[in-house]
């Protein structure tokens, strides 16, 4: 292939971007399955996520005799904010709507109810996370390294977001909740996805095939 070089600009081949190896050598993907092939290891995935008021869009049928279709989107900014975690065994889902901002304080209350959610007698809980400041605040340090034996999170290498399972999720959400809608009030919004969080809490196949590490 070619490059076409204008004056006061460079062709720069650029080296692919493979994931960065853990600690332990290992790539991040290989480290997740062999986590999920330990019976004694509960895998969850922990993000946040915003939902608009204006909706979205996708792909729609459209009848020919319809040459412009029209969808509505109220004109604002408006949003809500969640924190989720997915199990990756069962598809189990916990969450938090949050009223303020995502930091270190709402972050450490979302890992106490993860925490009080998830940890098992026979099993030791370990959450996929990305590298957000307020994940690995200092704030909560103590409390996480207080129950690092139970419950621990793992950070994913920086820039890769796609290999944490739970942003199907929030895709999946967005599709299913908010695409070709209009939600004339933010309320709306929220009743809908959190009528559709609240039917996963105990468990769902469509998120555990959703999430599963192939």
């Known amino acids: 292939s070619g490059c076409s070089v204008s004056w006061g600009s460079a062709c720069v081949s650029r080296a692919p ?65 969640y924190f989720g975690a997915v199990r990756l065994r069962d598809g189990a889902f916990v969450f938090r709507r949050e009223m303020e901002r995502f930091n270190a304080a709402t972050c450490q209350t979302f890992l106490e109810q993860l925490y009080a959610s998830s940890v098992l007698p026979a099993r030791r ?55 070709n809608r209009y939600f004339p009030t933010l309320e709306m919004v929220i009743d809908t996805v959190g009528a559709t969080f609240s039917e996963w809490t105990g468990g769902s196949p469509t998120l555990r095939r959703l999430c599963a590490l192939t």
């Open 125 to 179: 809980v370990v959450v996929i996370t990305d590298n957000a400041k307020y994940h690995h605040a200092k704030l909560h340090r103590p409390w996480r390294e207080e129950r690092a034996a139970r419950f621990t999170l793992d950070f994913l290498p920086p820039y890769s977001p796609e290999l944490n399972p739970i942003e199907r999720v929030w895709k999946l959400t967005r599709r299913h909740c908010l695409h």
């Open 17 to 81: 971007c493979w994931p960065t190896p853990t600690p332990s050598g290992k790539p991040p993907t290989k480290k997740l399955q062999d986590w999920m092939r330990d019976d004694t290891i509960d895998l969850w995935a922990m993000d946040e996520v915003h939902f608009q008021q204006h909706g979205s869009r996708c792909r729609m049928w459209v009848p020919p005799e319809v040459k412009d279709p029209i969808l509505l989107h109220h004109p604002t900014r408006r949003s809500v904010g």
